[in-house]
């Protein structure tokens, strides 16, 4: 009975033991630089955003914000696309409408048009031939950035 106490002692040790290691990782420092993530980030160029502020200054700080935006564009910046996490680039050949699986893509995309309003192309999704609108430039940390996607004229939520 002795052996078998000692056994299921040292097992319970054992077990406590992988379990605080597991835990607890080695070298692990902990810090106080804290990142946004998708828990934390605060998109402050959101309507929403814009709303929580008192009315008035919301309105105008909106229409400045979208004008100053199509001012930038204008004046040079060039407005790019963000597909779901990739990098920012101008007149992408393929756009992912579903940025959860990829399972929904437009693909050999050619752009008939791109500015800082908006930019219309063709592509093929799945089988058939569709029309790509991108719109409503928003600024981002890498610059102009189009946020809405419109596949022959339905909006698209990747």
């Not at 700080?61 to 101008?90: K, L, N, R, W, Y």
């Not at 929904?104 to 790509?132: C, F, K, L, Q, Y």
């Amino acid at each position: 009975m002795k052996k078998f106490s000692r056994i299921s002692a040292l097992g319970v040790t054992a077990a406590a033991a992988f379990a605080l290691a597991a835990c607890h990782p080695p070298s692990q420092v902990d810090s106080d630089v804290k990142i946004d993530n998708a828990s934390t980030f605060e998109n402050q160029n959101t309507p929403a955003a814009s709303e929580s502020a008192t009315e008035e200054p919301s309105a105008e700080a909106g229409a400045s914000e979208e004008s100053a935006a199509t001012d930038e564009a204008a004046a040079g910046a060039e407005v790019q696309f963000i597909d779901c996490v990739a990098a920012p680039v101008t007149e992408p050949t393929e756009v992912s409408l579903d940025c959860t699986t990829n399972a929904d893509v437009v693909t050999e995309i050619t752009w008939d048009s791109w500015d800082a309003e908006g930019a219309e192309g063709t592509g093929t999704r799945g089988e058939d031939e569709v029309t790509i609108n991108l719109s409503e430039p928003t600024q981002t940390e890498n610059g102009l950035a189009f946020t809405l996607i419109e596949v022959d004229g339905e909006t698209v939520a990747p």
